[in-house]
């Protein structure tokens, strides 16, 4: 049975979902959980806001007339997986959604005191269908179409931000910012991009020289962010306070990496919080002002869940949820906020409504060190089964430099 007829298996039986997750939770899983959390959060959200740009072309998000890929290559909806390349090498993709690109972190000594987290890209080639090394950008974005990515480059924050073309791989448009920018976000129509905003590097950390001294306490130095129109390159900045105490007595502060990122909708922007945090996300207008959270499941969104909303706004994807399989996370209704277990050990894109690319653990695995021996998935609401698309990562934690996935819609 081919990698297609196991899909196709896949989908047909996801008619019937399952009843909502019990409430527990695995120790082990939610000790993993708050060691990320905590360790460095990449997440995303924005606002209303703007920059000055300076006009260069930029490649049309929505027009594929000058597109050169051969046919079948990045288009259409069936499922490309390679499960013996880790990275990969060749496309992987399923449904709606493609792994747009992914990344591996270097941690680099800047001296005695100071380390960095360092990305190296490699980019989907949309002409060979091929993951290509890109060492010039340290944070890359892809709007959903595969067409256009956004990039800054190697010193964080930046002072712009480059549209690259994917098919030709040349910058065509570079907009210059007055407040440094050290995150990007795409809306999910591609016409906007969130931009995070920083006075120093996000991905720094400060060490005692002293090493029985302690860690320093490091405080954020996100600033707000930008939303910016793509075709335009034009938009405005809005402040946000980096953290403390509100006017209701609650804690917001942040982790060093922060980012900003749009709702769903694209109405507002949002941000979540460390894990310790009594407000784990806020929401935010055009103008920075907080406003309440959405009703339409935007609520339920989780800063560390990488997958979001479905394409047809039902669904959320969630945590980890009870242990029906070896490793589980689950899903939100939208509408009555009633969860239903699925595979996966990290829910990481929606491929269409009801599934998704996760990582996931081997079969039979799932304690101590083979936690972290995870794969990327196919996975379907209301199915046992799982269709693997990657091979297993190496390593046992998530910052010893094991590649990190970048998905967008295609």
Do not use: C
């Not at 120093?200 to 090493?211: S, V």
């Amino acid at each position: 049975m081919n990698v297609d007829d196991l899909l196709r298996d896949t989908l047909r039986e996801q008619a019937a979902e399952q009843p909502p997750a019990g409430p527990g939770f695995a120790d082990w899983v939610l000790a993993v959980r708050r060691r990320r959390r905590t360790r460095r959060l990449v997440t995303v959200v924005a606002a209303t806001v703007a920059v000055v740009a300076v006009a260069v072309g930029v490649p049309l998000l929505d027009s594929g007339k000058s597109d050169v890929r051969p046919s079948g290559v990045v288009d259409g909806d069936k499922v490309s997986a390679h499960p013996s390349q880790s990275p990969p090498h060749e496309l992987i993709a399923a449904g709606n959604t493609a792994l747009a690109a992914y990344y591996i972190p270097t941690t680099v000594k800047k001296s005695a005191t100071e380390t960095v987290s360092e990305r190296t890209y490699w980019l989907l080639d949309r002409k060979t269908g091929t993951y290509v090394k890109s060492p010039k950008w340290s944070i890359v974005a892809v709007a959903p179409g595969l067409k256009t990515a956004a990039v800054l480059e190697r010193t964080l924050p930046a002072s712009r931000i480059g549209l690259l073309d994917l098919a030709t791989g040349e910058v065509k448009r570079w907009i210059q910012v007055g407040h440094k920018v050290g995150g990007l976000a795409f809306s999910a129509d591609g016409r906007k991009l969130v931009a995070t905003t920083y006075t120093q590097n996000p991905d720094a950390d400060f060490h005692p020289a002293d090493p029985n001294a302690g860690e320093p306490e490091r405080l954020s130095s996100r600033t707000g962010f930008y939303v910016l129109d793509v075709a335009s390159g034009k938009g405005t900045w809005g402040g946000v306070a980096v953290g403390g105490r509100r006017a209701d007595g609650l804690s917001t502060f942040v982790n060093n990496r922060q980012d900003f990122a749009p709702t769903p909708d694209g109405r507002y922007v949002w941000a979540g919080g460390i894990a310790s945090d009594e407000v784990n996300k806020l929401f935010y207008d055009s103008t920075g002002a907080e406003v309440p959270a959405p009703e339409n499941g935007s609520k339920y969104l989780l800063s560390y869940v990488d997958a979001g909303m479905s394409p047809d706004g039902k669904r959320v994807a969630g945590d980890f949820a009870g242990r029906k399989w070896t490793t589980s996370s689950y899903v939100t209704d939208s509408a009555t906020g009633a969860q239903t277990e699925v595979h996966g050990q990290q829910l990481l894109a929606w491929a269409d409504d009801k599934s998704l690319v996760a990582w996931d653990v081997g079969k039979g695995e799932g304690e101590g060190k083979s936690e972290f021996h995870q794969r990327l998935v196919l996975v379907t609401i209301g199915s046992d089964k799982e269709v693997p698309l990657s091979g297993f990562r190496k390593g046992t934690d998530a910052s010893a430099g094991r590649w990190q996935p970048v998905f967008a819609q295609r």
